[in-house]
C-alpha cells in the first residue's frame, strides 16, 4: 500500500511484559515519528528518525521506552516491563522532511495497547 | 517551546451551522501550523497546513484556517457543517528546520441532525 502502516492495530498485554510495535512509513521518507495518543490527550511526541542521524528521543517518557530504525525504513518501538500507564494508541508518522521545511507528516492508523 | 491550546475538547453543532475550532499557539520563531483531523478507528490525515504565503489557507472537505500572527490563532473554520465532519480535530505547531511538531489536545466535533 500507498501509506503508513503500523502492527499490530491491537495488543492486549500483562504488566510487567514487553511489546513490540512496528512501523512502515511511506517508501521513500526519510523521517519518521512516533507518537502516543492517551484516552482524552492530545499527541505526545516520542522519538524522530531522519535519515541516518542519531534520533531525537527527547519524547520518550521512560527508559522502558526504546526505538530503532532498520535500513531507514522500518521501525520498531519497544516498551519493556509495561505498565498500566502505558495503555493508549501508538501513531506512526512519516514525511519527506525536504530542505528542513515543516513537511506534512502522514500517519498510520496506529496500534491500541492495553496493559491488564 | 512550542506549543498548541485548543479551546474546547468538544464542539457540538448542527447539520449546516458553521463550524468554528479554535487554535492558539506559541511560538518564538515564525510558526507553521497545521490542522489535522482523524475519523473514528482512523489515523490522522492533514486537513491544511499554513507555512508561508497567504494567511488564508484552504484544505480538503470545505475547511479553511485564518493564521492571524497578531492573535497568534489558527481557527479552523466550514461554513456549513455536515453530519460526516464529526470526527477529532487537532491543530499542531512546527517551524523551519525543527523535528518537532506539538500537538493541540484535540476538539472533538459532534454534528447533530
Known amino acids: 500500500g500507498a501509506g503508513v502502516s503500523q502492527s499490530p492495530s491491537n495488543k492486549v498485554t500483562e504488566k510487567g511484559k514487553d511489546v513490540e510495535l512496528r512501523c512502515d512509513p511511506i517508501?521513500?521518507?526519510?523521517?519518521l515519528y512516533w507518537y502516543r495518543q492517551s484516552l482524552g490527550q492530545g499527541l505526545e511526541f516520542l522519538i524522530y528518525?531522519?535519515?541516518?542521524?542519531?534520533?531525537?528521543k527527547s519524547g520518550l517518557p521512560s527508559d522502558r521506552f526504546s526505538a530503532e530504525r532498520t535500513g531507514g525504513s522500518v521501525s520498531t518501538l519497544t516498551i519493556q516491563r509495561t505498565q498500566q500507564e502505558d495503555s493508549a494508541v501508538y501513531l506512526c508518522?512519516?514525511?519527506?522532511?525536504?530542505?528542513?521545511?515543516?513537511?506534512?507528516?502522514?500517519f498510520g492508523p496506529g496500534t491500541r495497547l492495553t496493559v491488564l | 517551546a512550542q506549543s498548541v491550546t485548543q479551546l474546547g475538547s468538544h464542539v457540538s453543532v448542527s447539520e449546516g451551522a458553521l463550524v468554528l475550532l479554535r487554535c492558539n499557539y506559541s511560538?518564538?520563531?515564525?510558526?507553521?501550523l497545521f490542522w489535522y483531523v482523524q475519523y473514528p478507528n482512523q489515523g490522522l490525515q492533514l486537513l491544511l497546513k499554513?507555512?508561508?504565503?497567504?494567511?488564508l489557507v484552504k484544505g480538503i472537505n470545505g475547511f479553511e484556517a485564518e493564521f492571524k500572527k497578531s492573535e497568534t490563532s489558527f481557527h479552523l473554520t466550514k461554513p456549513s457543517a455536515h453530519m460526516s465532519d464529526a470526527a477529532e480535530y487537532f491543530c499542531?505547531?512546527?517551524?523551519?528546520?525543527?523535528?518537532?511538531?506539538?500537538f493541540g489536545a484535540g476538539t472533538r466535533l459532534t454534528v447533530k441532525p
Open positions: 517508501s521513500g521518507h526519510t523521517a
Open positions: 499542531a505547531v512546527t517551524s523551519y528546520n525543527n523535528n518537532d511538531m506539538r
Open positions: 499554513y507555512t508561508t504565503g497567504a494567511t
Open positions: 508518522a512519516s514525511s519527506s522532511l525536504l530542505a528542513g521545511v515543516g513537511d506534512t507528516q502522514y
Open positions: 528518525f531522519q535519515g541516518n542521524s542519531a534520533p531525537d
Open positions: 511560538s518564538s520563531v515564525p510558526p507553521y
